[in-house]
């Protein structure tokens, strides 16, 4: 089956954009620099064109530099969609070190329509299990938002905000097979495909080929993931044009799924239909 007769991957090779199908990016970073580099080529504009190169048509972002004041990040991400709603749903990021100012955060956040919460801790020199997401996730849970974190610390750990949060969709940010039994057991909990691309990151998470999330986990539960702007979308969408895996998935993946949570989750976003 390798290869034969995918249009998705004829299109990638030739540098042509995937227009036929939906293609979203439910793992994404704006900015203009990280904790320790400079990103060029980071304006809306920039961004934009990238889209119409690749065919995506909408992306789920946040800031990319986490680790410092989340406010000032926030309200760049919000200014940055500002006028571009039609490429660009954002996510509010909290700092894990600073729950006295989650719900003003999140508050500013709904005012400006965002979809829901980025966490990720782990660049913010908090352990995992020593953070009780509770109240973000208690403001979350009758806004249709879904809860983005760079690493839940397993699965035993997110079980129970998934159990008591049911009404709020938990979105696993990197590509693993930890958590199996909940994506099969929870509607609530989706794995992005981010970094499918990479071995490991040398520091205890192992990420999964593109091949090995569609053999182990439900095909439906998959969201495609970039990580851009930290890196190219040809480094996401890549590894599943060239999936051995059957054409209808890579669609699936590409956007399919996205664009059926979307619909449950009700987000109107203007200028696109799906």
């Not at 926030?74 to 600073?98: C, I, P, Q, V």
């Not at 040398?202 to 569609?214: H, R, S, Y």
């Amino acid at each position: 089956m390798k290869h034969s007769n995918s249009e998705i991957l004829r299109l990638f090779r030739t540098g042509l954009p995937l227009d036929h199908i939906p293609v979203l990016d439910m793992h994404s970073h704006m900015g203009i620099s990280s904790e320790s580099y400079y990103i060029p080529f980071n304006s809306a504009n920039d961004q934009i064109a990238q889209f119409k190169r690749y065919g995506i048509d909408h992306m789920l972002s946040f800031a990319i530099n986490v680790a410092t004041d989340a406010r000032t990040k926030n309200e760049w991400l919000y200014d940055f969609r500002r006028g571009n709603e039609r490429y660009f749903s954002t996510l509010t990021t909290l700092h894990a070190g600073f729950p006295q100012d989650w719900v003003t955060l999140l508050s500013a956040g709904q005012a400006e329509g965002t979809r829901g919460i980025k966490l990720l801790a782990k660049y913010q020199n908090v352990k995992e299990h020593k953070v009780d997401w509770s109240p973000a996730l208690d403001f979350a849970k009758d806004q249709n938002w879904c809860v983005l974190n760079h690493d839940w610390g397993g699965p035993e750990l997110l079980e129970p905000y998934v159990k008591n949060f049911p009404t709020v969709t938990f979105f696993i940010g990197h590509s693993e097979l930890r958590y199996k039994k909940l994506l099969e057991n929870y509607e609530n909990v989706f794995q992005s495909t981010c970094a499918a691309f990479v071995a490991s990151d040398g520091i205890g998470m192992e990420f999964a080929t593109v091949e090995q999330l569609f053999q182990n986990l439900p095909l439906e539960k998959l969201l495609h993931g970039s990580d851009t702007i930290d890196l190219d979308p040809s480094t996401s969408i890549g590894p599943i044009a060239y999936a051995d895996i059957p054409e209808v998935a890579k669609e699936k993946i590409l956007g399919g799924n996205a664009v059926k949570l979307i619909k449950k989750l009700n987000w109107n976003i203007p200028g696109v239909e799906f």
